[in-house]
């Protein structure tokens, strides 16, 4: 972290103020992957002895890039740069292949797995009969240990018998047992975290989150899925590339 830096001048007469410029440089640093997810940043003190500026810039920069969710303070052991995962809503790609790509650790923490029959809104979501059982998972969607989404899944029984056989990849359970999913419609929306989420999330009640609805579809279009997902803001990102 600190040879990244060496070559950081402050400018004193520019108009824009040094805390930005020095964040500007982090943000820039981390963005480029300069430094690793859950890397410590050097403190205010070293930070300020280093780059001869004051702590009061020092601390001002780094409470910018904690506002933008870059980096994540830890009382008693100090600041990280956050995990961010940049999903583009072009590719239908599983949760684990994505953070694979971008050099993750993905992991889940099973909050349920159970088979029970349709409600009234799977039942019109996955185009199923009345009373058709399913098999229902909910999870804890983890990047290096950190929870990015709690993520509640709903898949026909049909294909898949026992929830439990599933490991961290449902999509790669899919896939095992024939039934990959080849297209899906997502809706993303803004929300507020109820009190579960917020406890299961480690953020404050009320704080945004991304809730993404998706159906997901076989070649032949009977719908193999139903998830709501609830992502961190802070942690995750949606891409979308657009062409006239």
């Not at 890039?65 to 940049?86: A, D, H, Q, V």
């Not at 159906?215 to 590339?241: I, Q």
């Amino acid at each position: 972290m600190l040879s990244q830096l060496r070559d950081f001048r402050p400018d004193a007469d520019s108009d824009t103020p040094l805390y930005v410029q020095l964040a500007n440089k982090l943000s820039d640093g981390i963005a480029a992957g300069d430094w690793r997810v859950n890397e410590a940043l050097p403190s205010e003190r070293v930070l300020s002895e280093m780059l001869t500026i004051s702590r009061v810039t020092a601390r001002k920069a780094i409470d910018m890039l904690c506002e933008r969710g870059m980096l994540t303070r830890r009382r008693g052991s100090g600041t990280y740069i956050t995990p961010k995962l940049e999903q583009p809503l072009s590719r239908l790609t599983s949760f684990s292949e994505e953070l694979r790509e971008r050099g993750f650790s993905a992991g889940s923490r099973w909050l349920q797995r159970e088979i029970g029959i349709a409600s009234p809104t799977e039942v019109l979501s996955l185009g199923l009969s009345p009373n058709m059982p399913v098999a229902r998972l909910k999870r804890l969607r983890t990047a290096d240990d950190v929870v990015m989404a709690i993520e509640t899944t709903t898949i026909p029984a049909q294909y898949m018998s026992n929830p439990h056989s599933v490991q961290d990849s449902l999509y790669g359970y899919l896939e095992a047992n024939g039934t990959i999913p080849m297209r899906a419609l997502q809706h993303i929306r803004a929300v507020n975290a109820n009190a579960e989420q917020a406890q299961l999330a480690n953020i404050p009640a009320g704080a945004a989150m991304l809730h993404i609805t998706r159906v997901s579809y076989l070649d032949n279009g009977a719908a193999v899925e139903l998830t709501h997902s609830y992502c961190r803001s802070d942690y995750y990102e949606f891409v979308a590339e657009s062409r006239r």
